[in-house]
Nanobody, 121 residues
Framework: VQLQASGGGLVQPGGSLRLSCAAS????????IGWFRQAPGREREGVAC????????YYTGSKKDRFAISRDYAKNTVYLQMNSLKPEDTARYYC???????????????WGQGTLVTVSS
Protein backbone atom coordinates (compact mmCIF):
# COMPACT_ATOMS: atom_id res chain seq x y z
CA VAL A 1 0.00 0.00 0.00
CA GLN A 2 1.33 3.44 -0.94
CA LEU A 3 0.20 6.35 1.16
CA GLN A 4 0.07 10.07 0.52
CA ALA A 5 -0.24 12.54 3.37
CA SER A 6 -1.68 15.97 2.68
CA GLY A 7 -3.42 18.90 4.32
CA GLY A 8 -0.53 20.59 6.06
CA GLY A 9 0.14 24.30 6.00
CA LEU A 10 0.75 27.41 8.03
CA VAL A 11 -1.68 28.03 10.87
CA GLN A 12 -1.75 30.42 13.79
CA PRO A 13 -1.58 29.12 17.37
CA GLY A 14 -5.01 27.95 18.44
CA GLY A 15 -6.00 27.12 14.89
CA SER A 16 -7.00 23.81 13.32
CA LEU A 17 -5.95 21.61 10.45
CA ARG A 18 -7.18 18.31 9.08
CA LEU A 19 -4.57 16.04 7.59
CA SER A 20 -5.46 13.31 5.14
CA CYS A 21 -3.75 10.00 4.49
CA ALA A 22 -4.92 8.48 1.22
CA ALA A 23 -3.91 5.23 -0.40
CA SER A 24 -2.73 5.67 -3.97
CA UNK A 25 -2.47 1.92 -4.42
CA UNK A 26 -4.28 -0.76 -2.47
CA UNK A 27 -6.73 -0.49 0.38
CA UNK A 28 -6.26 0.74 3.92
CA UNK A 29 -8.79 -1.75 5.20
CA UNK A 30 -7.46 -4.11 7.86
CA UNK A 31 -4.32 -2.02 8.37
CA UNK A 32 -3.48 -0.07 11.46
CA ILE A 33 -2.75 3.46 10.27
CA GLY A 34 -0.45 5.61 12.32
CA TRP A 35 0.27 9.29 12.19
CA PHE A 36 3.79 10.26 13.18
CA ARG A 37 5.64 13.55 13.14
CA GLN A 38 9.21 14.69 12.98
CA ALA A 39 10.43 18.13 13.93
CA PRO A 40 13.82 19.42 12.76
CA GLY A 41 16.61 17.85 14.76
CA ARG A 42 14.30 15.43 16.53
CA GLU A 43 13.36 11.81 16.10
CA ARG A 44 10.14 10.72 14.51
CA GLU A 45 7.44 10.24 17.12
CA GLY A 46 3.99 8.74 17.20
CA VAL A 47 0.93 10.96 17.33
CA ALA A 48 -2.17 8.86 16.78
CA CYS A 49 -3.14 5.47 15.43
CA UNK A 50 -6.32 3.71 14.39
CA UNK A 51 -6.59 -0.04 14.66
CA UNK A 52 -7.06 -2.23 11.61
CA UNK A 53 -9.20 -4.66 13.59
CA UNK A 54 -11.93 -2.51 15.07
CA UNK A 55 -10.97 1.15 14.50
CA UNK A 56 -9.99 1.63 18.12
CA UNK A 57 -8.01 4.85 18.36
CA TYR A 58 -4.81 5.48 20.27
CA TYR A 59 -2.90 8.63 21.06
CA THR A 60 0.43 9.44 22.61
CA GLY A 61 0.69 11.73 25.59
CA SER A 62 -2.21 14.15 25.94
CA LYS A 63 -2.86 14.54 22.22
CA LYS A 64 -6.28 12.97 22.60
CA ASP A 65 -7.38 16.27 24.11
CA ARG A 66 -6.71 18.11 20.85
CA PHE A 67 -6.31 15.55 18.05
CA ALA A 68 -8.74 13.03 16.57
CA ILE A 69 -7.95 10.23 14.13
CA SER A 70 -10.69 8.71 11.98
CA ARG A 71 -11.11 6.45 8.99
CA ASP A 72 -13.40 6.79 5.96
CA TYR A 73 -13.63 3.41 4.25
CA ALA A 74 -15.53 4.75 1.26
CA LYS A 75 -12.77 7.24 0.52
CA ASN A 76 -9.98 4.86 1.54
CA THR A 77 -8.60 7.67 3.67
CA VAL A 78 -7.56 8.23 7.26
CA TYR A 79 -7.79 11.70 8.76
CA LEU A 80 -6.08 13.50 11.61
CA GLN A 81 -8.07 16.44 12.91
CA MET A 82 -5.83 18.75 14.89
CA ASN A 83 -7.32 21.51 17.03
CA SER A 84 -5.87 24.11 19.40
CA LEU A 85 -2.55 23.85 17.62
CA LYS A 86 0.58 24.99 19.39
CA PRO A 87 3.98 26.05 18.04
CA GLU A 88 5.44 22.82 19.40
CA ASP A 89 3.16 20.91 17.01
CA THR A 90 5.27 22.23 14.15
CA ALA A 91 6.70 19.24 12.29
CA ARG A 92 6.44 17.17 9.15
CA TYR A 93 3.61 14.72 9.60
CA TYR A 94 3.71 11.24 8.11
CA CYS A 95 1.26 8.38 7.91
CA UNK A 96 2.16 4.73 7.66
CA UNK A 97 0.57 1.30 7.78
CA UNK A 98 1.30 -1.19 10.49
CA UNK A 99 -0.02 -4.43 11.92
CA UNK A 100 -0.73 -2.99 15.32
CA UNK A 101 -0.86 0.42 16.96
CA UNK A 102 2.47 0.02 18.69
CA UNK A 103 3.85 3.48 17.79
CA UNK A 104 7.15 1.69 17.17
CA UNK A 105 8.49 3.56 14.15
CA UNK A 106 10.26 0.59 12.47
CA UNK A 107 6.96 -1.31 12.38
CA UNK A 108 5.27 1.32 10.24
CA UNK A 109 5.71 2.43 6.66
CA UNK A 110 6.12 3.17 3.84
CA TRP A 111 6.32 6.82 4.81
CA GLY A 112 6.11 8.92 1.72
CA GLN A 113 7.05 12.59 1.81
CA GLY A 114 4.74 13.63 4.59
CA THR A 115 3.05 16.99 4.93
CA LEU A 116 4.49 20.02 6.70
CA VAL A 117 2.59 21.68 9.51
CA THR A 118 3.82 25.04 10.75
CA VAL A 119 2.18 26.68 13.73
CA SER A 120 3.28 30.27 14.01
CA SER A 121 1.88 33.75 14.42
Amino acid sequence: VQLQASGGGLVQPGGSLRLSCAASKGTLEHYAIGWFRQAPGREREGVACISGLDDTTYYTGSKKDRFAISRDYAKNTVYLQMNSLKPEDTARYYCGTGRHCSFYVPEFGPWGQGTLVTVSS
